[in-house]
């Protein structure tokens, strides 16, 4: 059987993407997205996670763009002040979330997959092993329906290709759908847009279908 997950991305960064995030639930394939906590429209996305309750929630887990850049570095001292901070922050946006949700997340993953950088990743794994909490990377993972540097990736024809190829077994496709709205200051805007019609098309809810494929949740693992 193949089983996937559809996971977008950067639920709460702004009310365009929240509401993007959730038409494309409601009306589209996706059944899972994921929160940053620190984010502007954080609260405003929890509120509708909550009228949206089959939607499942992780942690859309960040930092810094400098302590990002900072963490690739070698030079020991500096990444270890950093390994601690952000553990620290991993560990405070846990709590952030269990305050705004009132439970711990369905999922971990990261911005830039901050979660899977050799310097951080077995800590977080740790922790969702002891949490039993499942993370991104855990099954197979589809990274190829993103719009840069074409958008021809977020195209109706190449989502139809990605769910033919789709392997045995359980995978996640991550997504950024949204709309665009007044508080939205992303590179990746238009695209946003792109990824909402297609990820809501009529043609890819028959294509899954027709593939037999079982759109799940991380709630049903």
């Given at each position: 059987m193949k089983r996937l997950i559809v996971n977008a991305d950067d639920f709460g960064y702004s009310n365009g993407i929240n509401e993007g995030i959730v038409k494309a639930h409601r009306d589209g394939i996706v059944t899972s997205t994921s929160l940053m906590v620190n984010s502007k429209a954080a609260l405003h996305g929890v509120r509708l996670a909550k009228q949206n309750p089959k939607l499942s929630l992780g942690l859309h887990f960040q930092i810094e763009d400098d302590d990002f850049t900072a963490l690739w570095q070698t030079k020991r001292v500096i990444a270890s002040v950093l390994i601690e901070?952000?553990?620290?922050?991993f560990?405070?946006?846990?709590?952030?979330?269990?305050?705004?949700?009132g439970m711990l997340p369905d999922h971990i993953d990261?911005?830039?997959?901050?979660?899977?950088?050799?310097?951080?990743?077995?800590?977080?794994?740790?922790?969702?092993?002891?949490n039993y909490i499942p993370y991104?990377?855990?099954?197979?993972?589809?990274?190829?329906f993103f719009g840069m540097?074409?958008?021809?990736?977020?195209?109706?024809?190449?989502?139809?290709?990605i769910l033919n190829s789709l392997p045995e077994g359980t995978s996640e496709?991550?997504?950024?759908?949204?709309?665009?709205?007044?508080?939205?200051?992303?590179?990746?805007?238009?695209?946003?847009?792109?990824?909402?019609?297609?990820?809501?098309?009529?043609?890819?809810?028959?294509?899954?279908k027709?593939?037999?494929?079982?759109?799940?949740?991380?709630?049903?693992?």
């Open positions: 901070k952000t553990k620290k922050e560990l405070n946006q846990i709590d952030a979330f269990n305050k705004l949700v990261g911005h830039h997959h901050i979660h899977k950088m050799p310097r951080i990743y077995p800590f977080i794994r740790k922790w969702c092993k002891e991104r990377g855990q099954i197979n993972f589809i990274n190829s540097p074409s958008m021809e990736a977020i195209s109706i024809a190449n989502l139809v290709k496709l991550m997504c950024h759908p949204g709309i665009l709205s007044a508080d939205l200051k992303s590179s990746y805007s238009e695209q946003r847009e792109l990824e909402l019609k297609t990820l809501t098309s009529q043609r890819i809810a028959q294509e899954v027709n593939l037999r494929i079982k759109l799940i949740n991380w709630k049903d693992l």
